[in-house]
Every structure is written in structure tokens, then in C-alpha cells.
């Protein structure tokens, strides 16, 4: 295991998990992909700040509300947080099918910690 590239990601209840986690644990992970998730306590979001961090959520999302994802980003960019956020338009809660996209594993091994 390489140390510098320790990534997170996971969907719906996997995608809180990733941001609970990552909030927890903020020197951790070398990046983090959280899909259609959230975080309990966004208070303390900005913890990961420096962790660079690729987010999807779907706009017709009717189990978990893309404006958990907004607010997080919002919260983000405010304390000049490493966030990308893909808002997948008219797509629902099952977007599971983005991890076929060779792009994110590009992103994700392009990502490591000093």
C-alpha cells in the first residue's frame, strides 16, 4: 500500500460515510469521491479543505436531496476548499454507473499526498 494515495468513495450511504470519515480523518486520504451523499455535521467541513475532493450528485435525486451535496460544496468553496462538483442533470439516485468512467480513476491516481 502506497501511503501518499489512499482514496475514499462511496454512494448514497457510502457517500456520507465518505465525508464523515474524511472529516474525521482529514490527513488520511489522498482524495475522495463522494457520490449522491452528505455529511451530518457540515459545520466542520472545511477540516478537509486541502483534500481534493470530485463530488457527483443527480438534480432529480429523490432519496437523498442534491442540496446535501450543494451545501457542502458551498461550504467548501467558501474556505477556499479542492472541490469539483459534477451535477449530473435529470439523473436520479442510482449513478453508480459514473465509476465506469475512466476519468475518475485518471483524477483520483493524479491525486497524492506530499
Known sequence: MDPKRVYLTGISMGGYGVWQTAVAYPDKFAAIVPLCGGCDDSTQICRIKQVPIWTFHGTADDVIPISETERLVKRLEAC???????????EGHGIQYVFEDQAIYDWLLNQHKE
Open 80 to 90: 477556499k476548499g479542492n472541490v469539483k462538483f459534477t451535477r449530473l442533470e435529470k
